[in-house]
């Protein structure tokens, strides 16, 4: 499975970006799909989660901004930041959960994407 994130860029303050992390390869289903983002000089932070069916969680600085969305029969996942902020600055990356079956029994073992850049000016 590999994930491709799209959509990065450089947006001035109060400005929107959509980001697409799209899932390829031999996929039995997608579980739980999350975009995580690091700054500069800090740990990397779960920014949002989406499950299978449809429920939703945000960190509490982008809630009421972004907007995580799925569409399973394109195997995408995207996250529609509204109102940007300098401090939404950093690297996002997405990752998905994809059963595995190992040594006879099924687990989830977690897919990433490469980062994309979202760079807001102020």
């Known amino acids: 499975v590999q994930l491709q994130a799209s959509g990065g860029g450089l947006v001035q303050a109060g400005g929107s970006l959509r980001l697409t992390c799209v899932a390829s390869g031999r996929i039995l289903s997608l579980e739980t799909m999350r975009w995580y983002r690091q700054a500069p000089r800090k740990e990397r932070e779960l920014v949002a989660n989406i499950t299978s069916g449809g429920t939703t969680n945000y960190v509490d600085s982008v809630k009421g901004r972004f907007t995580i969305s799925r569409d399973n029969a394109k195997n995408t996942v995207y996250l529609q930041m509204n109102n940007l902020k300098p401090d939404d600055t950093a690297v996002y990356y997405c990752?998905?959960?994809?059963?595995?079956?190992?040594?006879?029994?099924?687990?989830?073992?977690?897919?990433w994407g490469q980062g994309t850049q979202v760079t807001v000016s102020s």
């Open positions: 990752n998905a959960d994809h059963p595995e079956l190992v040594d006879h029994r099924w687990s989830f073992y977690t897919y």
